[in-house]
């Protein structure tokens, strides 16, 4: 069933980039901001998670990238997340970049029935940007946060605007 989403995902993703990510000549640019929103799936839980992020290229090939969000409840789980992420974006086509990213992680677990678990970890991953238009751009991001008894991986299709 998971496999069904991510598939239903790419082949999304595949056809935004035929229709307009042809079109577009942007890449990540120093002074480039970009304020977004993901979701996807985290695996600690098997549940989804959403989230709003934030993109500042303060070099060519550098930016940093601060989000925060919510992962829902399955399993008797649930997180509030915060993570600062340095991405390090190269231009891989026409309007298409790919990324590595690494940085810090702080996510607050919590159990149904009480309790709840902070943890302060590091963030390892990669993620594509597919530019639609001049302000609006895809992306597909994986990443895994690495901490004691709570890590797990996040992976999520996201839109973002570019001002």
């Known amino acids: 069933m998971r496999t069904n989403r991510f598939l239903r995902a790419f082949t ?20 480039e901001k970009t304020l977004g929103i993901m979701g996807g799936m985290a695996t600690y839980n098997s549940g989804g998670f959403s989230q ?39 231009r891989l086509g026409r309007g298409v970049n790919i990324y590595p990213l690494a940085g810090l992680t702080f996510n607050n677990w919590s159990w149904k ?32 946060s690495m901490m004691n008894d709570t890590g797990g991986g996040f992976v999520g299709l996201g839109l973002g605007y570019i001002f």
């Open 52 to 90: 709003l992020y934030f993109q500042y290229t303060f070099a060519n090939h550098l930016r940093i990238a601060p989000d925060m969000g919510y992962v829902f409840r399955n399993e008797g789980k649930s997180a509030f997340f915060m993570d600062l992420d340095l991405q390090l974006p190269f």
């Open 113 to 144: 029935g009480g309790g709840h678990e902070s943890r302060l970890g590091m963030n390892f991953g990669a993620g594509l940007d597919i530019y639609l238009t001049r302000n609006l751009k895809l992306n597909l991001q994986g990443k895994y």
């Open 12 to 31: 999304l993703c595949a056809a935004l980039f035929g229709l307009f990510g042809t079109g577009a000549e942007s890449f990540a640019q120093k002074g």
